[in-house]
């Protein structure tokens, strides 16, 4: 717990870096899930295809003045991935990656060096991961686990003999604990202010009077105290069990538009395993039914 509010928001972007489908959400229907992303941390959601000229101009990301993201007439952002604009505070993010990308290839200009895209975009991706393993997945998992994982590598997931893809466990069950750290306001600048709904409206150019402070969301300096994310716990924020600024699917067995519902009819759509049925192939005693009867609301 008490960890910063921003994390919830990195960890949408490395979501967005390690996997993407484009699967509808269907109920009843059991489908094949494909990934359209490459699972490693190589900021594909950031660079996109080599040669695109809709993201580059001398070797920098095209950037709009008015501190945001590069736009076309209609306000839709030109990035790899368009989920890096579903809401203000990720879209800044973005953009954070992109300014720091046009920074260094000022910096290694003066310094002559040879193919500097190439050589930035390395750096940049290096910073990245860097700040996974060091800063990110401490603050989000036993830190005996993760330095056995480290010493040891995995006990139970074997990348080279998945293909090197993400597991489905992953991608639609375990990482989405971000959406239970989601708060139900976030300090964005002083003493502004914005609620879920409101995140999700700052997009497609429409952007607040106030640059967003970073302050606010990270441990940027040992002067400031950012604002915490909501603990990793079984309740959802407010605005997120009746989501208003996306499409309810049709059929959905809810008068309203609920994450946490949705997450779990995901889960049933792509035939993810119950946690007793992990246990049981991990060699460890699953929960007894009895015990979780005693929770079930």
Not at 137 to 146: A, V
Not at 188 to 208: A, E, R, V, W
Not at 275 to 289: F, R, Y
Request: aromatic letters at 14%; hydrophobic letters at 35%.
């Amino acid at each position: 717990y008490n960890i910063p509010a921003g994390y919830t928001f990195f960890g949408q972007f490395v979501a967005h870096d390690l996997s993407f489908n484009l699967d509808k959400f269907i109920i009843d229907k059991n489908i094949n899930s494909n990934n359209y992303r490459t699972p490693h941390f190589d900021l594909d959601n950031l660079y996109g295809p080599k040669d695109n000229k809709y993201l580059y101009s001398n070797n920098k990301f095209i950037i709009n003045k008015k501190h945001d993201l590069n736009r076309n007439k209609d306000g839709i952002a030109i990035i790899p991935d368009s989920r890096n604009d579903e809401n203000y505070i990720v879209s800044q993010l973005h953009l954070l990656f992109q300014l720091f990308h046009n920074k260094l290839v000022n910096k290694y200009k003066k310094e002559n060096v040879e193919n500097v895209f190439e050589y930035v975009k390395k750096e940049v991706t290096f910073y990245y991961q860097w700040i996974i393993v060091n800063d990110f997945l401490p603050k989000l998992i036993d830190n005996s686990i993760l330095d056995s994982i480290f010493k040891y590598g995995t006990k139970f997931f074997d990348s080279k003999k998945s293909n090197n893809c993400i597991p489905i466990e992953f991608s639609v069950a375990a990482f989405r604990y971000g959406h239970f750290t989601v708060r139900d306001e976030y300090l964005i600048s002083n003493d502004y202010k914005m609620n879920q709904n409101d995140i999700h409206k700052f997009t497609k150019g429409c952007l607040p009077n106030l640059i967003i402070d970073w302050n606010n969301f990270f441990h940027v300096t040992d002067t400031t105290v950012p604002q915490p994310s909501k603990s990793i716990d079984t309740n959802i924020s407010k605005n997120l069990q009746n989501m208003v600024h996306i499409n309810t699917p049709k059929d959905f067995p809810y008068n309203k538009n609920n994450l946490l519902l949705r997450n779990l009819l995901r889960s049933q759509q792509q035939c993810i395993a119950s946690g007793q049925d992990i246990a049981k192939l991990m060699g460890l005693n699953p929960i007894p039914i009895e015990l979780l009867r005693k929770y079930d609301i």
